[in-house]
């Protein structure tokens, strides 16, 4: 069974950084796109940066020119960097990989996420 382990995230400023990790431990991990999820107290979780097996990237509007998504396949390792970090990032962030044409589905069970709390 694949395991999922996000780690990196922490108490913040507004205006502050982070850089988030997810550790995955499927064989074929380079032969998928990955991304990075997020869910806020009382909403559904969303999805704000994907990166491809060849590292096209793609973001939520409300992430995007702050956030970015890396990769490392040799090390089965997906990154999210966060810049310029607001209240409404607030949130528990996931990683997986995303499936379907909507990126509705994901291919692997959850991980238990990283918490990222923006507060002054």
């Known amino acids: 069974q694949v395991q999922l382990v996000e780690s990196g995230g922490g108490l913040v400023q507004p205006g502050g950084s982070l850089r988030l990790s997810c550790a995955a431990s499927d064989t074929s991990f380079s032969t998928y796109a990955m991304g990075w999820y997020r869910q806020a107290p009382g909403k559904q979780r969303e999805l704000v940066a994907t990166?491809?097996?060849?590292?096209?990237?793609n973001y939520a509007d409300s992430v995007k020119g702050r956030f970015t998504i890396s990769r490392d396949n040799a090390k089965k390792m997906v990154y999210l960097q966060m810049n310029s970090l607001t209240f409404e990032d607030t949130a528990v962030y996931y990683c997986n990989a995303p499936l379907g044409p909507r990126n509705t589905l994901v291919l692997w069970s959850w991980g238990q996420g990283t918490q990222v709390t923006v507060s002054s």
């Open positions: 990166v491809t097996s060849g590292a096209d990237t």
